[in-house]
């Protein structure tokens, strides 16, 4: 029984108001597969090219990713990305983005692949994540999907397809709004619980992330930090300690949906203290207990009532 995760592997280059960064690994499954192994194995589905470099690839499978799902393409160029933030550090703008290996990716689920539990579908192309889907013979126990405002613009039809096969959907604020063309959070959640999955994550940047089901919200805070020095991939971040820590525990109810909140958040909280995935290569389970805690104390109050 296993943890597969499905996202970009690619090249970045950063700029923020503190720095910027030359050409870095980066890509939503990289980000997702760092974190994830902190908590259980992954097998790793994605496309590189030829550029990809090797030591990188077994830097992961170190860490305990496989990668017989990574196709490499000899002749051709990684998928690339290059944005920029504003002095807020929450908005970002997209310089340059080239497909390359990503354009025309057809994602083959291996046979070793099919004893797949937990599912995590990083944002790609709804129909490359469907194709993956597909391809399981049997459902997982948890399909979790990541998507982003440009999939709602051009392939909405494709996008709705998909969300009536996944269970848990992971937005921010603004795409959630979008998806459900409702301003109201709570209202907009409710409505992309009818499209398909029983459970909505939406993140809320510096403000934290809710956890929806049914009649249920679960709210958890980001730890305020002094400095955020790179905030990409905290999002994918999110979702490897989200997944990684259901699929550690194999309990899917809403209690440990919110444990899984709060290690996402305390995950995202490790990544943005550095550019790209370094701060994410170098945790030990300590630091990761001791974030945990922090969040706990973060949240916790006595209340007595006269
Ligand atoms: P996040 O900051 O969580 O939104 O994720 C940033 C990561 O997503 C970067 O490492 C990029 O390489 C990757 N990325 C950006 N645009 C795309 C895209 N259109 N498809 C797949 N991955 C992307």
Redesign the pocket.
Known sequence: MSLVVV??M???AIETPFGKSDKII???G??IAFCSTYFTPVKQISVVGGDFPEDELDELSKRNVCLEGVQIKKDEKT?F?S?RYHMDMNSRD?LV?E?NV?GDFKPIVPESYQDCEFLML????PAVQLSVIEQLKNKPKLIAL?T?N?WMEVAMDDLKKVLEKIDVLIINDSEARQLSGDYSIVRAAKKIMTMGPKYLVIKKGEHGALLFHENNVFVAPALPLEDVFD???????FAGGFIGHLAKTKDISFENMKTAIIVGSAMASFCVEKF?TERLRNLSKDAIAERINEFVQLVHFDVSLV
């Not at 990083?122 to 192309?125: E, H, I, S, V, Y």
């Not at 905030?231 to 971040?237: K, L, N, Q, R, V």
């Open positions: 996202g970009s690619a090249f970045d980066g890509g939503a990289t980000y998928f990305w944005g997209t983005t497909l990503l990083g944002n790609l192309a990541d982003m440009f905030p990409t991939g905290a999002g994918d971040t790209g």
